[in-house]
T-cell receptor
Framework: GAVVSQHPSRVICKSGTSVKIECRSL??????MFWYRQFPKQSLMLMAT?????????EQGVEKDKFLINHASLTLSTLTVTSAHPEDSSFYIC????????????FGPGTRLTVT | GNSVTQMEGPVTLSEEAFLTINCTYT??????LFWYVQYPGEGLQLLLK?????DKGSNKGFEATYRKETTSFHLEKGSVQVSDSAVYFC????????????FGQGTELSVKP
């Protein structure tokens, strides 16, 4: 149990376009989902915390107008990178907290975004 | 604020060698501590966890003990395998901060046959 999926696993887009990444909890309800960004050979940087039915809480330095997060249901959160540029190329990972659980987060497999 | 510091990698070991990856933390409250593993091109998988002082987390031959007196959570394995090659992340979660995970910088482990 506690499986989190992400779609797509890889995406290449042109500079200036927008890209949507989906994060789904497949077998549990997640009131809270987290979005991370990981640069090559570096740690995960928390971008935002997404709570179902409310606005996301962004970490300091993360542009909320550029990284749009929507958590419309208990099993789905989306991250949209708007007007993407090459510097947005990265590995984006989501995680989800079980509705009935406490601290444990379950991670998706990640999405590799390349902006050309 | 809360933080996690790991020993720098990469760490290169021969198969069946003993592994230690050091992790220390700074926290204002009473955090839960985790080790996650990331295989090449994949997301993170929880390896083990400990939720209070003196707890020992263990899984797949890996162990780590929550040491409050030294604020440490070192990862150990008695005999590593080539398949253990991955990046290992130490992390903490503080309930008072909404359960956000704070990660160390990661330690890359490479095990040679």
């Amino acid at each position: 149990g506690a499986v989190v999926s992400q779609h797509p696993s890889r995406v290449i887009c042109k500079s200036g376009t927008s890209v949507k990444i989906e994060c789904r909890s497949l077998d549990f309800q997640a009131t809270t989902m987290f979005w991370y960004r990981q640069f090559p050979k570096q740690s995960l940087m928390l971008m935002a915390t997404s709570n179902e039915g409310s606005k996301a809480t962004y970490e300091q330095g993360v542009e909320k107008d550029k990284f749009l997060i929507n958590h419309a249901s208990l099993t789905l959160s989306t991250l949209t990178v708007t007007s993407a540029h090459p510097e947005d190329s990265s590995f984006y990972i989501c995680s989800a907290k079980h509705r009935a659980g406490t601290y444990e987060q379950y991670f998706g497999p990640g999405t590799r975004l390349t902006v050309t | 604020g809360n933080s996690v510091t790991q020993m720098e990698g990469p760490v290169t070991l021969s198969e069946e060698a003993f592994l230690t990856i050091n992790c220390t933390y700074t926290a204002t409250g009473y955090p839960s501590l985790f080790w996650y593993v990331q295989y090449p091109g994949e997301g993170l998988q929880l390896l083990l966890k400990a939720t209070k002082a003196d707890d020992k987390g263990s899984n797949k031959g890996f162990e780590a003990t929550y040491r409050k007196e030294t604020t440490s959570f070192h990862l150990e394995k008695g005999s590593v395998q080539v398949s253990d090659s991955a990046v290992y992340f130490c992390a903490l979660s503080d309930y008072n901060q909404g359960g956000k995970l704070i990660f160390g910088q990661g330690t890359e482990l490479s095990v040679k046959p």
